[in-house]
């Protein structure tokens, strides 16, 4: 997982989560960036888009993985009476 912002690209005013699905080596680019194939992640960190970005690879943050929120379990028998 990746955090993008304005170091990765100027597009990237307001910074997004990815996954990187891979790196397109089959496309020619400008010294110092690529294109990637990735999903873009909210703030759960589950997939909500794939898009193909082009990016600077030296500007691509490392990125916390989300907490995992505790789970209230699911009532069985609610209102029932034994």
Do not use: C
Not at 8 to 28: G, M, W, Y
Not at 43 to 51: D, L, S
Not at 60 to 75: D, H, L, W, Y
């Amino acid at each position: 997982m990746y955090l993008l912002t304005r170091e990765a690209s100027p597009q990237f005013t307001k910074p997004i989560t990815v996954r990187v699905i891979r790196e397109r080596t089959d496309l020619i680019t400008y010294h110092g960036w690529t294109w990637i194939e990735v999903y873009q992640l909210d703030a759960r960190g589950e997939a909500v888009e794939q898009r193909e970005l082009y990016v600077r690879p030296d500007g691509m943050r490392p990125a916390q993985a989300p907490s995992a929120e505790p789970r209230t379990p699911a009532r069985r028998n609610a209102g029932t009476s034994r």
